[in-house]
């Protein structure tokens, strides 16, 4: 059957007197139960704005978006867009409304949230009230390209004002400020956040000893501002270290990793892990660290003369790294598939696992970290299968079990919306559009506030 290069062209048929009134009745029933879906997908937002909000999906996924998408089956995109969607309609009442009550269709609200502020939603539900999805389509459009006018003008302005000051104070200490640009300033904070991790975290958690519970008061904890200025310090170091150039995965994590020799293979073992210039880390993260790296492994005896210098080596060489790259195309974590990773040793190369495919698999920076620093366990079955593990043992499957579904989904949705009083009919999500043309630029002129000072110089 060869139907992929056909192209059919329905003809029009008359309908018969008899068979009018049932397919007008078709046709209210398919625009009824379209109303009562976006009634519903409103409720469906609601709940995923919360679940947002309260971090639920914070349990091992990268973000709210990932874990949706592993959770109900939703491709990335579509599952990326109702967390959008859902997050917008937190500010945005009367859209929300309009959507819960069903006189709004989704593809109308998702188009209008790209747009819509607190000061311009009530025009844009006019908008939508009034025309088809594709006018909504086009005036969103044409709104946008106002809006990115007046934000080109305003980065500009931004981008100019960026500063950063670096003096020496009276006392020799070194005083930064500065004005960054937002992604700029992100990436800094982000930065910040993963070496004050890494010297922190898990460092802190191991100063407590069981027993002995917050007694010992002579080791206080640094403050905030202090481990921000340690963490600012890994980060200089890190930066100078691996030649700013970021570069591929094996060499951008390459760390002289000075270390006790028991501790690499026992994360219990007595000795510590410290980076070239002096920085603690934790044993889980040195682990981490040496999975997949260009190292240069320098031995101690205990009083921290160097016994031994190694040859510098990739722990996974570049062969094994491409058919690597090839078998798993990603992050195996479940639910992630993010496109670049480092590969991690299932079992760690420093307790004899060897660096074959089968003892391989690839992770993300994110989930390497949760596999290593955070208590996730991953395992390769003898059927070749990998398997995920919670902190708490539960396992974390591929693709969880959908809840099981009403015998009626349709009659409880009715039923439910009936029982919050909803008037939904198939007239309910109606267009006041008569058929009159559409000019855009008129109905962005007269809506978009920043319209007349954008588009007049
Ligand atoms: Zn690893
Ligand atoms: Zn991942």
């Not at 917050?214 to 640094?222: F, N």
């Given at each position: 059957?060869?139907?992929?290069?056909?192209?059919?062209?329905?003809?029009?048929?008359?309908?018969?007197?008899?068979?009018?009134?049932?397919?007008?009745?078709?046709?209210?029933?398919?625009?009824?139960?379209?109303?009562?879906?976006?009634?519903?997908?409103?409720?469906?937002?609601?709940?995923?704005?919360?679940?947002?909000?309260?971090?639920?999906?914070?349990?091992?996924?990268?973000?709210?978006?990932?874990?949706?998408?592993?959770?109900?089956?939703?491709?990335?995109?579509?599952?990326?867009?109702?967390?959008?969607?859902?997050?917008?309609?937190?500010?945005?009442?009367?859209?929300?409304?309009?959507?819960?009550?069903?006189?709004?269709?989704?593809?109308?609200?998702?188009?209008?949230?790209?747009?819509?502020?607190?000061?311009?939603?009530?025009?844009?539900?006019?908008?939508?009230?009034?025309?088809?999805?594709?006018?909504?389509?086009?005036?969103?459009?044409?709104?946008?390209?106002?809006?990115?006018?007046?934000?080109?003008?305003?980065?500009?302005?931004?981008?100019?004002?960026?500063?950063?000051?670096?003096?020496?104070?009276?006392?020799?200490?070194?005083?930064?400020?500065?004005?960054?640009?937002?992604?700029?300033?992100?990436?800094?904070?982000?930065?910040?956040?993963?070496?004050?991790?890494?010297?922190?975290?898990?460092?802190?958690?191991?100063?407590?000893?069981?027993?002995?519970?917050?007694?010992?008061?002579?080791?206080?904890?640094?403050?905030?501002?202090?481990?921000?200025?340690?963490?600012?310090?890994?980060?200089?170091?890190?930066?100078?270290h691996h030649g700013i150039d970021p570069g591929a995965p094996g060499e951008r994590y390459q760390v002289v990793v000075h270390v006790d020799a028991p501790v690499l293979a026992d994360v219990e073992a007595p000795g510590q892990s410290v980076l070239d210039d002096g920085a603690h880390v934790s044993a889980e993260t040195s682990q981490r660290l040496a999975c997949d790296a260009s190292r240069v492994m320098m031995r101690h005896d205990p009083d921290g003369r160097i016994l031994e210098v190694g040859a510098r080596t990739r722990t996974i060489p570049p062969a094994l790294r491409r058919a690597l790259h090839h078998r798993d195309r990603g992050c195996r974590f479940p639910g992630c598939g993010l496109r670049f990773g480092q590969g991690h040793h299932i079992r760690h190369w420093a307790h004899g696992g060897p660096t074959t495919l089968a003892n391989l698999t690839m992770l993300c920076r994110r989930h390497h970290r949760a596999v290593h620093e955070e208590g996730y366990q991953v395992e390769r079955w003898p059927d070749g299968e990998l398997r995920f593990r919670r902190p708490d043992g539960r396992p974390l499957p591929e693709s969880p079990a959908l809840p099981a579904v009403a015998a009626d989904p349709v009659g409880m949705l009715r039923a439910r919306h009936d029982e919050r009083e909803l008037n939904i009919h198939a007239r309910t999500a109606m267009p006041g559009w008569l058929g009159e043309r559409l000019d855009v630029g008129w109905a962005i002129d007269v809506l978009h506030p920043l319209a007349a000072t954008s588009t007049g110089n």
């Open positions: 059957m060869n139907t992929a290069s056909c192209v059919s062209i329905a003809p029009i048929i008359e309908p018969t007197v008899g068979t009018t009134a049932e397919l007008d009745r078709l046709g209210d029933d398919i625009a009824e139960l379209s109303a009562h879906l976006d009634a519903a997908t409103a409720r469906l937002l609601d709940l995923i704005r919360e679940f947002d909000a309260r971090a639920g999906w914070n349990t091992g996924f990268r973000s709210c978006a990932e874990w949706l998408s592993w959770r109900v089956g939703l491709d990335r995109g579509a599952a990326r867009e109702r967390v959008r969607v859902a997050r917008a309609l937190g500010s945005l009442p009367r859209l929300a409304q309009a959507l819960a009550r069903g006189e709004l269709s989704y593809s109308k609200v998702r188009a209008l949230t790209r747009v819509a502020t607190p000061e311009t939603e009530e025009r844009l539900l006019a908008v939508g009230r009034a025309g088809t999805a594709e006018h909504v389509e086009r005036i969103v459009r044409g709104w946008r390209r106002v809006d990115r006018l007046a934000e080109a003008k305003e980065t500009a302005r931004r981008h100019t004002s960026r500063a950063l000051h670096v003096y020496p104070d009276e006392d020799g200490m070194v005083v930064i400020r500065g004005r960054l640009a937002p992604e700029v300033g992100a990436a800094l904070i982000q930065a910040l956040t993963a070496a004050r991790e890494a010297l922190y975290h898990k460092a802190h958690a191991q100063h407590v000893p069981a027993g002995t519970s917050g007694a010992d008061v002579s080791t206080e904890p640094p403050t905030m501002p202090q481990q921000q200025a340690d963490a600012l310090a890994l980060v200089a170091e890190t930066a100078l």
